[in-house]
């Protein structure tokens, strides 16, 4: 993203030309031009206190692509006293925001807002050269990010900002933004019609993405025009986005019937399947970081410790896709999906430790074993705590007969390996592990 503006210039207010594209074209405004985030902008509600000038403070934008962030951060910079600058975190270091704080404190009269987009991509050194002069308010920062700020933005700057969670917009509202845009004089004033089959085409492609669904609508209206016609049907959609991406969804549970089908392909040890709908997934435009996350759950899941290198191998994938990116870490997710479909399969770990929840939900819980109790404190041995513990490290084979679970559970298996892969070893290993520690007789 290029700058909206140099420290020394605000951005023009004249309206865009008919070349920019259409998602530029019909940005909001004003606030009542924006559709979604009502929670967020309702009477009282903080950022609309923001963007009419009555509070001073500074904000962190979190929420999906195409939601509104830097819409909204613009309208913000609308109110007549405040001067407005733009920076990416993508090209922006330490030296850019210095030249605006520096300019900033110049202008003393006139609030400066700093829109920094993206900003989980500055390092903790450029995050923490934020801090003074969001302290001091010498800016207004607005921050824009898709990613988790309790992971992605330094505590101290987190500190100092109101975090405001934006939503996907609904499909009532992306309909609302198609149907503007077909009529408004800064979109398509008309040009085209959209046939209801296409604007739900449209709506299901958007999921929720503002941005992505005037982007797919201006293509497939350039191809209808491009030919002298004035209808956008499904057809022209298709022509215009991709054919598999619109029959991935056409009927709204086309996406969980694929991934249902992917994961129990999987289930079934059919790589050639499982690969079919990775396919699938893939060519439709399908989030990889969705399909790493079902990869990691199956290899726990279905897997277990039938193959102790499963769980490894899905989560190296899902890193691959963080680290790189489509479309090369489509091998990655085709390698972990092969991995998980051949290996043997076990889903003793997930009834283990749903059988285990559910006693506990259901009261067994029971008084922890005085002598599994913490002892290093004052007054932990009057109270018995510690007293009797055994030390396994001290016997030759690091196992000894001594009651862990307590008394109502003593003799309770939540995990029962089977005779599938690594668990036929490990299943030999427990029955050796339970006698000794529970001093049954072999």
Do not use: C, W
């Not at 309206?15 to 074209?25: I, K, M, S």
């Not at 019937?257 to 399908?286: N, T």
């Not at 030759?396 to 668990?423: A, F, I, M, N």
């Amino acid at each position: 993203m290029f700058a909206l503006s140099t420290p020394d210039r605000t951005p023009p207010a004249e309206p865009l030309g008919a070349d920019a594209p259409l998602a530029a074209r019909m940005r909001p405004r004003t606030l009542a031009e924006v559709v979604g985030q009502a929670h967020l902008l309702s009477p009282g509600a903080p950022l609309r206190r923001l963007a009419e000038g009555g509070e001073v403070a500074s904000v962190l934008l979190y929420g999906p692509p195409g939601t509104g962030k830097t819409t909204l951060a613009r309208l913000l910079a609308d109110v007549a006293t405040r001067h407005f600058v733009a920076l990416s975190a993508l090209s922006s270091g330490v030296k850019e925001l210095r030249d605006v704080m520096n300019d900033a404190r110049r202008r003393r009269d006139r609030q400066t807002v700093l829109f920094i987009d993206e900003v989980h991509r500055f390092s903790k050194t450029q995050q923490d050269a934020l801090l003074g002069a969001v302290e001091d308010r010498v800016v207004l920062l607005v921050a824009a990010t898709t990613e988790n700020p309790s992971f992605s933005v330094v505590s101290p700057l987190l500190s100092r900002l109101l975090v405001l969670q934006l939503q996907s917009l609904t499909e009532d509202e992306v309909r609302e933004l198609l149907r503007r845009a077909v009529k408004d004089e800064r979109g398509l004033s008309g040009a085209v019609t959209l046939s209801s089959e296409a604007e739900d085409a449209l709506v299901r492609l958007a999921a929720g993405d503002a941005r992505s669904a005037l982007t797919a609508l201006e293509a497939s209206a350039d191809g209808v025009t491009y030919t002298g016609g004035t209808v956008v049907d499904v057809p022209a959609v298709e022509r215009a986005v991709a054919e598999t991406a619109v029959r991935y969804d056409r009927q709204g549970d086309q996406h969980h019937d694929v991934v249902s089908a992917f994961i129990k392909s999987i289930r079934g040890s059919d790589p050639d399947a499982a690969l079919h709908y990775l396919a699938r997934m893939l060519v439709a435009g399908e989030d990889p970081r969705f399909i790493a996350r079902r990869l990691v759950v199956h290899a726990s899941e279905d897997v277990g410790l039938a193959d102790h290198t499963a769980l490894q191998a899905a989560v190296a994938a899902a890193q691959t896709v963080q680290l790189i990116g489509m479309p090369e870490a489509r091998l990655a997710l085709a390698q972990a999906t092969v991995h998980l479909a051949m290996a043997p399969k076990s889903n003793t770990v997930i009834v283990g430790i749903d059988e285990a929840m559910a006693d506990v939900r259901a009261g067994a819980v029971g008084e922890i074993p005085a002598h599994l109790r913490k002892g290093r404190y004052k007054g932990a041995r009057e109270l018995g705590n510690a007293i009797g513990y055994q030390y396994p490290h001290r016997t030759s084979e690091g196992v000894l007969e001594q009651q862990y679970p307590p008394d109502g559970l003593v003799g309770k298996d939540y995990y029962r390996p089977t005779q599938h892969g690594g668990e036929r070893v490990l299943h030999e290993r427990l029955s050796k592990l339970r006698r000794a520690v529970r001093g049954e007789e072999r």
